[in-house]
């Protein structure tokens, strides 16, 4: 059974760049799709971006300019930077396969709140 | 991009009864995009039903879905207590994902 897990730096600065990385167990990251999909009080649950093994990536085109996911075969992982962080990204992050490809969304790996604080 | 409406927002019921939930899209998407999870608090969603009606590996069939077009619905059946929750529907559609803003099933 494929399991998730997320990791990275959960209190940045404003302007800084939040990095994270989720690790895939029991499975390999080839032929899958993979998401980013974070949740805050304020914005409900909204899906950042996804990439497949070969590396190609489709992003929310409101979060576009400051979103790169990208994808390590060799580790079996993938991970998440946004760029130029403010308050309102603060929330909790999620990394999700795309149980089939662009449909829905299982399994979700356990979530890894970030905080954007001066 | 398109928005998914919820209603309602909060649901007050107790065991034994059964709730409707609703999801409403801005425009006509294909039911077999159309996905729901379940989120009990400090838990990462889980997926519910695909596909509109099909159910996720071990969710129990008192949980049913239906829909098409732009209205789908949720249906859970003499409600357990661990079935209060928060509910969301998702769908893909025009190279995008979004989800609706949840109905909580509280007692």
């Known amino acids: 059974q494929v399991q998730l897990q997320p990791w990275g730096a959960g209190l940045l600065k404003p302007s800084e760049t939040l990095s994270l990385t989720c690790a895939v167990y029991g499975g390999s990251v080839s032929g899958y799709y993979w998401s980013w999909i974070r949740q805050s009080p304020g914005k409900g649950l909204e899906w950042i971006g996804e990439i497949n093994y070969s590396g190609s990536t489709t992003y929310n085109p409101s979060l576009e300019s400051r979103v790169t996911i990208s994808v390590d075969t060799s580790k079996n992982q993938f991970s998440l930077k946004v760029s130029s962080v403010t308050a309102a990204d603060t929330a909790v992050y999620y990394c999700v396969r795309e149980a089939r490809t662009r449909t829905w969304f299982d399994p979700w790996g356990q979530g890894t709140l970030v905080t954007v604080s001066s | 991009e398109t928005v998914l409406t919820q209603s309602p927002g909060t649901l007050s019921l107790s065991p034994g009864e059964t709730a409707t939930l609703s999801c409403r899209a801005s425009?006509?998407?294909?039911?077999?995009?159309l996905a729901w999870y379940q989120q009990k608090p400090g838990q990462a969603p889980r997926l519910l039903m695909y596909g509109t009606s099909g159910r996720a590996t071990g969710v129990p069939d008192r949980f049913s879905g239906s829909g098409s077009g732009t209205d789908f619905t949720l249906t859970i059946s003499s409600l357990e207590p661990e079935d209060f929750a928060v509910y969301y529907c998702?769908?893909?559609?025009?190279?995008?994902?979004?989800f609706g803003p949840g109905t909580k099933v509280e007692i």
């Open positions: 425009q006509s998407i294909n039911s077999n995009y």
């Open positions: 998702q769908q893909y559609g025009s190279s995008q994902f979004t």
